[in-house]
Nanobody, 124 residues
Framework: QVQLVESGGGLVQAGGSLRLSCAASGRAFSSQVMGWFRQAPGKEREFVGAIIWSGGSIYYADSVKGRFTISRDNAKNTVYLQMNSLKPEDTAVYYC?????????????????WGQGTQVTVSS
């Protein structure tokens, strides 16, 4: 049983920064992909970024490219989402998720395990 636990959300002013963490436990996931998604009120959940655990390839949605950075700590089985230059439109619940499909990294349906989500609110 895989468990994903996000932390680090909160309230920040526009232009500020937050770092989200996603800690994975339950079994080794060295062959898997960790993705970040977000869901704003009244909108569909959308892809933010993903890291391929073996090899380290990282992908970002165009809306966050250049502002968000994904990194990992192998020893802690933890992935981070550093969010800089935050905008009010970044306000959402952020989720981390796990899939074994490296080609489906941006597809919601490819992910098998999800964290509980953490709220990020950016005030203008």
């Amino acid at each position: 049983q895989v468990q994903l636990v996000e932390s680090g959300g909160g309230l920040v002013q526009a232009g500020g920064s937050l770092r989200l963490s996603c800690a994975a436990s339950g079994r080794a996931f060295s062959s898997q992909v960790m993705g970040w998604f977000r869901q704003a009120p009244g909108k569909e959940r959308e892809f933010v970024g993903a890291i391929i655990w073996s090899g380290g390839s990282i992908y970002y949605a165009d809306s966050v490219k250049g502002r968000f950075t994904i990194s990992r700590d192998n020893a802690k089985n933890t992935v981070y989402l550093q969010m800089n230059s935050l905008k009010p439109e970044d306000t959402a619940v952020y989720y981390c998720a796990l899939t074994k499909d490296p080609y489906g990294y941006s597809r919601l349906s490819a992910y098998n395990y999800w964290g509980q989500g953490t709220q990020v609110t950016v005030s203008s």
